[in-house]
């Protein structure tokens, strides 16, 4: 399977694909490279460069966007698929204010260089709505009982967030302060 | 990342034709193990089939009890569909303890079973691996080998399948339907994934373009009673070091019936028949537990830096057993 073309962009244009995009209530027409991931596309293509590429391999988190809703790690998701999809980034987030996790992580003191912050936060976002329908997490004792937010609860359901300034104390602060005024 | 075509098949039939028409086309779902591994360079398909817009995204329950998952139903979906968290708490644990969050609500049921190996060295293309590369030899053998295989290996691969999804659904005799370039066909999930052998480039008995459309899980009543433990190097987000998913029923103190299979110990989740048979029959102790575990890792033949795994595994199939018996006990 050597010998296949490894870089640049190839004359054939099956390599590259035309597709339509919502990203933060704005359409896009975009052709991209098949191999563009949709973080790349984002920071890239959009000059949206609040998700963030920490490790490129879906390990740190810091690129996670919301997709049609749900919580993913953008690095892994190829943009070819997303055809018609909806994508909100951290730049999102906020209207007229900030949004309430936004200022709860601001209030909170949640981070310091601050280079995980955007997944953080998009990822607390999805998470919220995963307990508001009662999924439950590997913490969580009774399967079927409603969720209860706890600390270890929000520690177990943001494991996938990454921070190397190890600021997870205030992040759990500032996630529950946000949860319980929501 | 080598270039590749893609394309979105209007039905099943399309996709297995266009993977048996073209040797270096792969199978898309969730792309959290394909994507990642492009990257790196260790797979290079030159056309990507995304499989995720098929209609096999439901979890049905079937007519006599059990379920039947669709195969592009996401990992966060299937742990917190109601009839999964009631009647197969195995299957919800197992999946709540894989990945993150984000990554579950991505993986799908098909590309979870079919993920390929964590073992550093097949990702790593600088490294001799036969699974990668038939005939260069394996890196881990010799090498860095403490998470790899106690059971089952070959000196062409020590390696050891990641998914914990598998373990909980082999302990469920879960039956995983196949669409192949010939038809449709059933393939228990404990005869999908191979041992190494002289092979380990082959993982599955699956022909090359069979398309898994979904898993069957038959009814299991005592299931309800079922848990998985996994052990891992930090407390959340890790693959595991060594995992068991367990359901027992107890007819009074004697186990009338009882699944075990091991996780993270072999090139496939290993069901622990020998294990189940030793308890069958006998009433449960923790001594009776250790001695199943043991019968079952009489077989083990630890790597230099595993070696701590056959205790592990023991210790853990103890704890399972008996945290099952005391929860059903007055
Ligand atoms: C950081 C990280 C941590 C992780 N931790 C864990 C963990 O703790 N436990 C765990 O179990 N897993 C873990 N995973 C692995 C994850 O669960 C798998 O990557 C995921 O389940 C794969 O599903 P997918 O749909 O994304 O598959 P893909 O990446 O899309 O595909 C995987 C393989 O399956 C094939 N395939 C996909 N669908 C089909 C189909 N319908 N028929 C035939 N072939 C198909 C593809 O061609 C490919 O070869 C982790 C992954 C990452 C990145
Ligand atoms: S254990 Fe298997 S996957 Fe790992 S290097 Fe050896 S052959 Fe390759
Ligand atoms: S950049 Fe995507 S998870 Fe690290
Ligand atoms: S604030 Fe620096 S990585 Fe999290």
Redesign the interface.
């Known amino acids: 399977m050597r010998g296949g073309r490894e870089s640049g962009k190839p004359a054939d244009d099956q390599w590259s694909s035309r597709l339509a995009l919502t990203v933060n209530g704005v359409g896009h027409d975009l052709t991209l490279d098949n191999r563009t991931t949709l973080l790349d596309a984002l920071r890239e293509r959009l000059g949206l460069t609040g998700s963030k590429k920490g490790c490129d391999h879906g390990q740190c988190g810091s690129c996670t966007v919301l997709l049609d809703g749900r919580r993913v790690k953008s690095c892994l998701v190829l943009a070819v698929t997303l055809d018609g999809r909806e994508v909100i980034t951290v730049e999102g987030l906020a209207g007229r204010r900030l949004y309430p996790l936004q200022a709860a992580f601001v209030a909170h003191d949640a981070f310091q260089c601050g280079y995980c912050t955007p997944g953080q936060i998009c990822s607390a976002r999805g998470m919220l709505d995963e307990v508001s329908r009662d999924w439950p997490s590997a913490v969580t004792a009774d399967l079927t009982a409603p969720v209860e937010l706890t600390d270890a609860e929000v520690r177990e359901r943001m494991s996938g967030n990454l921070c190397r300034c190890a600021a997870y104390p205030n992040i759990v602060t500032a996630i529950r302060a946000a949860a319980s005024s929501r | ?6 394309h979105r098949p209007a039905d099943v039939a399309e996709a297995v034709a266009l993977l048996d028409a073209d040797p ?1 086309a792969a199978y ?1 779902g ?3 193990n394909l ?2 591994l492009m ?1 790196l360079g260790v797979q ?1 398909p ?1 056309l ?1 089939v ?1 499989v ?1 817009g098929l209609p096999l995204d439901t979890v049905e329950p079937g007519p006599d009890g059990g379920l039947r998952i669709g195969a592009t139903v996401r990992n ?1 979906d299937l ?2 569909h ?1 009839l999964v ?2 009647d197969y ?1 195995v299957l ?2 197992a999946l ?2 894989a ?5 579950r ?2 993986a799908t049921t098909a590309g979870n079973l079919l993920q390929r190996t964590r073992c550093a060295y097949f990702q790593d293309t600088a490294k001799a691996c036969n699974k990668r590369e038939p005939g260069t030899g394996c890196a881990a053998l010799h090498g860095q080998n403490r998470e790899l295989a106690i059971l089952g290996w070959s000196e062409r691969c020590v390696a050891t399948h990641p998914s914990d999804l598998a373990v909980a659904l082999v302990a469920l005799d879960a039956v995983v339907e196949v669409r192949e370039p010939g038809g449709p066909r059933d393939v228990p999930l404990a005869e999908l994934h191979r041992t190494p052998g002289d092979h380990p480039e082959r993982e599955t008995t699956l022909p090359r373009g069979a398309l898994i459309t979904a898993v069957r899980v038959p009814p299991l009543p005592f299931a309800r009673r079922s848990t998985y433990l996994k052990v891992r190097d930090r ?3 890790a693959f595991a070091v060594g995992s068991v998913a367990a359901a027992l029923d107890l007819d009074g103190d004697v186990v009338r019936d009882v699944r075990l299979a091991y996780g993270a110990v072999a090139h496939q989740p290993w069901r622990a028949y020998r294990a189940e048979e030793l308890l069958r029959g006998r009433p449960f102790t923790a001594e009776l537990a250790a001695q199943a575990a043991d019968a079952e890792l009489a077989a083990a033949r630890p790597l230099r830096h595993n070696g701590f795994k056959v205790p592990l595994i023991r210790n853990i199939t103890v704890r399972a057993l008996t945290g099952l018996a005391g929860s059903v006990r007055p």
């Open positions: 990342m080598r270039a590749f075509r893609y270096e898309l969730g792309g959290t994507v990642d990257k290079r030159g990507l995304d995720t966060s742990a917190a109601p968290r009631r708490p919800a644990r709540l303890d990945a993150s969050g984000q990554l609500n991505m407390a959340a987000f």
